[in-house]
């Protein structure tokens, strides 16, 4: 299971990324939320929503002797491997890297999301479009 991304409905409200915060860490700071919002100051329009891809293959824990499951269920990693994921889903400030963990279960950004933006999906069903 992976949260899934329709880039043309995220309107860049930034209610996922307050939600996910203060979720995890009991305070709104999106500078702390493992979900973020790549917004283009040339175009008020586009916005990207980047989350974790829940990757089978998780190259952000290449070199490591770590159990990919037990580490996908965890909010706050080590920062080297934000720069390991290739698709920069990973967030860092004040020395963690921020991972989305599904919320457990209950992605609480995807409540929150009223656009419809953000949706759960498996395997390559409903890839970012």
């Known amino acids: 299971m992976r949260i899934r991304v329709d880039k043309e409905k995220c309107s860049g ?14 305070a709104i700071n999106p500078e702390k939320s493992a979900i973020r919002i ?22 952000c824990l290449e070199g490591e002797d770590a159990d990919g499951p037990m580490e996908k269920k965890k909010f706050l990693w080590d920062p080297a491997r934000a720069g390991r994921c ?9 020395g963690y890297a921020y991972h ?15 656009p419809g933006a953000l949706f759960l999906g498996k395997g390559d069903e409903g890839l970012s479009r």
């Open 13 to 26: 409200c930034g209610l996922c990324e307050m939600v996910c915060s203060l979720f995890h860490t009991g």
């Open 86 to 94: 290739p698709f920069r889903s990973l967030s860092v400030c004040d």
């Open 38 to 59: 790549e917004r283009d100051d040339t175009d008020p329009g586009a916005h990207v929503p980047l989350v974790c891809r829940q990757c089978r293959n998780m190259t």
């Open 100 to 114: 989305c963990n599904l919320c457990g279960g209950n992605p609480r950004c995807i409540s929150v999301c009223t």
